[in-house]
């Protein structure tokens, strides 16, 4: 079985496999030949992409870093070396902890938004080549449009006039509907607290980069 793993990601559910050989040799070479740029772009095609039987299948690139965190997991270790300095005592901590206690998933399950008579059905995004063309990370109408099922039971409205849509809609009315987007979609809790070995209070952090993640040999 070439996908024998499944990894859950918001209300997906994605087969995959570990990291093999050849996944660590075609990255290496083009972290190498790019000389260290476009590594993002290295990183999703040959450590996620790859790695999952549906390679048509669109993610967000929070869903991404997800997966890549728990495929390192999957075929490195579920743990890491974390060091820090106590802000109390000034000890300094080392700690071993897992990849899950600071990489969380978030999410709810998509249910219609209802504001001031508009009712907007969600859905995961279905395109990933239109997607991967046109996302905006800061464009907040156009995230919505990617995911609308229907408004008000029509169905017909191209991806254009949704981000027409929602451009031209009272900032008060798209706050409402947008909050209410954010508050199901997925996310990850990067967060969390360690508890220091010698005075026992504790200090929170967030783990927007893992520590010792891949290996240093890994990029040489």
């Known amino acids: 079985m070439e996908y024998p793993h499944t990894i859950?990601?918001?209300?997906?559910?994605?087969?995959?496999?570990?990291?093999?050989?050849?996944?660590?040799?075609?990255f290496?070479?083009?972290i190498i030949e790019s000389e260290g740029n476009n590594s993002d772009v290295i990183i999703t095609q040959n450590l996620v992409?790859?790695?999952?039987?549906?390679?048509?299948?669109?993610?967000?690139?929070?869903?991404?870093?997800?997966?890549?965190?728990?495929l390192r997991k999957l075929s490195v270790s579920e743990t890491f070396e974390?060091?820090?300095?106590?802000?109390h005592c000034d000890y300094d901590n080392k700690e071993v902890l897992k990849i899950d206690d600071v990489s969380?998933?978030?999410?709810?399950?998509?249910?219609?938004?209802?504001?001031?008579?508009?009712?907007?059905?969600?859905?995961?995004i279905k395109n990933k080549k239109f997607y991967e063309e046109n996302?905006?990370?800061f464009d907040e109408s156009k995230e919505l449009a990617f995911r609308v099922k229907s408004i008000n039971g029509d169905m017909s409205k191209s991806f254009n006039e949704l981000v027409e849509l929602f451009d031209d809609m009272d900032i008060d009315i798209f706050d409402k509907i947008y909050d209410q987007f954010q508050d199901m979609n997925f996310h990850v809790d990067n967060t969390h607290e360690c508890t220091c070995k010698k005075c026992g209070k504790t200090t929170p952090f967030e783990f927007d980069e893992i520590p010792?993640?891949?290996?240093d040999?890994?990029?040489?």
């Open 8 to 26: 859950k990601v918001g209300n997906k559910t994605l087969k995959v496999r570990k990291w093999k050989a050849k996944d660590r040799k075609a």
């Open 28 to 30: 290496k070479k083009e």
């Open 49 to 70: 992409y790859n790695c999952i039987e549906n390679k048509n299948i669109a993610l967000t690139d929070e869903e991404i870093q997800y997966v890549f965190t728990q």
């Open 82 to 87: 974390y060091t820090y300095k106590c802000i």
């Open 104 to 124: 969380k998933p978030v999410f709810k399950e998509y249910k219609p938004i209802e504001v001031q008579g508009y009712k907007i059905e969600l859905q995961d």
């Open 135 to 137: 996302k905006d990370q």
């Open 212 to 215: 010792g993640f891949l290996p």
């Open 217 to 220: 040999s890994w990029y040489k």
